[in-house]
């Protein structure tokens, strides 16, 4: 899997802060690339997939940072 386009940092942010995060920088990656969000809100396990869904983008997966916080991809499409 190759390289995001942009990381946000998210770590040590709770819910909804991952989500609203996500929101206002998504318009930071060109349409077809990828944005990923560090998260270790267990919210944001949930609410990154939905959210995708609900504003027409692809939820592209989760993987794992090198210390370990759960990292999830959204490919902008609109």
Not at 1 to 12: H, Q, Y
Not at 19 to 41: F, K, N, Q, T
Request: aromatic share 4%; glycine share 8%; proline share 6%.
């Amino acid at each position: 899997m190759s390289a995001p386009n942009l990381t946000l940092d998210c770590r040590g942010q709770a819910c909804p802060r991952p989500i609203i995060e996500l929101g206002r920088h998504l318009g930071d990656v060109e349409v077809g690339e990828v944005i990923a969000v560090a998260a270790d809100d267990v919210a944001a396990h949930h609410d990154v997939p939905a959210w995708a869904r609900m504003r027409g983008q692809e939820f592209v997966g989760e993987v794992e940072a090198e210390d370990g916080v759960p990292v999830y991809r959204i490919r902008r499409l609109s």
